[in-house]
């Protein structure tokens, strides 16, 4: 499948471009291969390459596609290592740590999350840490899996190499976007929550730095601490910083979710800013829990979460809006969609990608 049409405008983007329909499975296929070219064997290829369609599909363009441009230059550098193997720095059981030099970060991730599946069968409760992971991208793509089981889950993760967010009463950045995410079973579709403690991602700014377009409010500081809605204030020098949640009134309140994501994903996985600073690897805390060593058990767990949204969905909706929406609601229906119809793509990226096949020998084709 492969059909091109001019549209204006893709998730905040304001300049015209020519866009591409392409069949899921034929972007799997592609993506593992040029990820196999780049040097990663086929097993972890073909996860990365899971995970950066599943991002898309899910409308995590920065995330998608987009972010196997930044991939490949990493495998090309050695900042994502394409040998080596998971090394077990403790295991009790019900929670366990890894580390992992580096290695392709999706990968290892399908590895973490399958192992705390497992030992979900013996554990109520599964804990478990991952350090100097490269970028695992977006945490809602791995969020499915383990709702499929009926469980309960929390994610977070963050980078100890990029700092971009500075404390309350601060100008200099200590922390970063700092994501954290969490799966909620119903007896229908689950609540995917996937959010960042910054009011936007670093990926976003750059995005709409790129466009020549303003922020839509005040979601970052200039190098002085002041709010502004210029993204190019965090290319500056010194750089800007990331509004936190809550903005200019409340950020206090996101920077301490913030702290909440570095204590959980660097300090306890033993991968915290103490460490020399190397921006492309990353900590990672999971956390699984079974419902049914709860409470009710699990049928009550999922009959209070399923009232939980029918609730929400009998909210009067607002005089302006487009009705009741919760978290990862919008991201499954595109999902669905673009899983029927294609998924689409700039032809400029995918000419990005053409071009990374001819460097590195290829035979792929994006571009139709």
Same mark, same amino acid.
């Given at each position: 499948?492969?059909?091109?049409?001019?549209?204006?405008?893709?998730?905040?983007?304001?300049?015209?471009?020519?866009? !591409?329909?392409?069949?899921?499975?034929?972007?799997?296929?592609?993506?593992?291969?040029?990820?196999?070219?780049?040097?990663?064997?086929?097993?972890?290829?073909?996860?990365?390459?899971?995970?950066?369609?599943?991002?898309? +599909?899910?409308?995590?363009?920065? @995330?998608?596609?987009?972010?196997?441009? !930044?991939?490949?230059?990493?495998?090309?550098?050695?900042?994502?290592?394409?040998?080596?193997?998971?090394?077990?720095?403790?295991?009790?059981?019900?929670?366990?740590?890894?580390?992992?030099?580096?290695?392709?970060?999706?990968?290892?991730?399908?590895?973490?999350?399958?192992?705390?599946?497992?030992?979900?069968?013996? @554990?109520?409760?599964?804990?478990?840490?991952?350090?100097?992971?490269?970028?695992?991208?977006?945490?809602?793509?791995?969020?499915?899996?383990?709702?499929?089981?009926?469980?309960?889950? +929390?994610?977070?993760?963050?980078?100890?190499?990029?700092?971009?967010?500075?404390?309350?009463?601060?100008?200099?950045? !200590?922390?970063?976007?700092?994501?954290?995410?969490?799966?909620?079973?119903?007896?229908?579709?689950?609540?995917?929550?996937?959010?960042?403690?910054? +009011?936007?991602?670093?990926?976003?700014?750059?995005?709409?730095?790129?466009?020549?377009?303003?922020?839509?409010?005040?979601?970052?500081?200039?190098?002085?601490?002041?709010?502004?809605?210029?993204?190019?204030?965090?290319?500056?020098?010194?750089?800007?910083?990331?509004?936190?949640?809550?903005?200019?009134?409340?950020?206090?309140?996101?920077?301490?979710?913030?702290?909440?994501?570095?204590?959980?994903?660097?300090?306890?996985?033993?991968?915290?800013?103490?460490?020399?600073?190397?921006?492309?690897?990353?900590?990672?805390?999971?956390?699984?829990?079974?419902?049914?060593?709860?409470?009710?058990?699990?049928?009550?767990?999922?009959?209070?979460?399923?009232?939980?949204?029918?609730?929400?969905?009998?909210?009067?909706?607002?005089?302006?809006?487009?009705?009741?929406?919760?978290?990862?609601?919008?991201?499954?229906?595109?999902?669905?969609?673009?899983?029927?119809?294609?998924?689409?793509?700039?032809?400029?990226?995918?000419?990005?990608?053409?071009?990374?096949?001819?460097?590195?020998?290829?035979?792929?084709?994006?571009?139709?």
């Amino acid at each position: 499948m492969g059909q091109a049409h001019s549209r204006s405008g893709d998730q905040g983007a304001m300049n015209n471009f020519l866009e !591409v329909r392409l069949d899921a499975a034929e972007v799997l296929a592609k993506a593992e291969a040029l990820l196999c070219g780049a040097g990663l064997e086929k097993e972890r290829a073909a996860a990365v390459a899971r995970r950066l369609v599943e991002a898309d +599909l899910l409308g995590h363009r920065t @995330h998608g596609l987009q972010q196997l441009v !930044v991939y490949l230059e990493r495998l090309g550098d050695g900042r994502i290592a394409t040998s080596g193997e998971i090394e077990v720095l403790s295991d009790s059981g019900a929670s366990f740590s890894w580390t992992c030099g580096r290695l392709p970060g999706a990968w290892a991730m399908e590895r973490l999350i399958s192992r705390a599946l497992e030992r979900s069968a013996q @554990h109520p409760v599964v804990t478990a840490t991952l350090s100097n992971c490269s970028h695992i991208g977006a945490l809602q793509a791995y969020l499915e899996d383990i709702a499929d089981h009926k469980l309960l889950a +929390l994610l977070m993760v963050t980078d100890p190499g990029v700092a971009s967010m500075a404390p309350p009463g601060g100008i200099d950045a !200590v922390t970063t976007s700092n994501p954290i995410a969490a799966c909620i079973p119903t007896h229908g579709d689950p609540i995917l929550i996937d959010q960042t403690t910054t +009011l936007v991602s670093n990926g976003a700014i750059a995005q709409h730095a790129a466009q020549g377009t303003l922020l839509p409010g005040n979601w970052v500081r200039d190098n002085q601490g002041r709010a502004s809605n210029d993204p190019h204030v965090m290319s500056a020098n010194p750089p800007g910083t990331l509004m936190p949640l809550g903005g200019e009134d409340f950020g206090y309140k996101g920077f301490a979710f913030s702290l909440f994501v570095e204590a959980f994903a660097l300090a306890l996985s033993g991968f915290g800013r103490d460490q020399p600073r190397v921006r492309g690897a990353q900590g990672v805390f999971l956390q699984v829990i079974d419902p049914a060593h709860f409470g009710l058990g699990k049928a009550g767990f999922l009959a209070a979460t399923t009232a939980l949204v029918d609730q929400c969905k009998s909210a009067r909706p607002a005089t302006e809006g487009n009705g009741v929406r919760l978290p990862g609601e919008r991201a499954l229906k595109g999902k669905k969609a673009q899983l029927a119809d294609g998924i689409v793509y700039s032809q400029d990226l995918l000419k990005v990608l053409d071009a990374w096949a001819a460097r590195l020998g290829i035979d792929v084709r994006l571009v139709p």
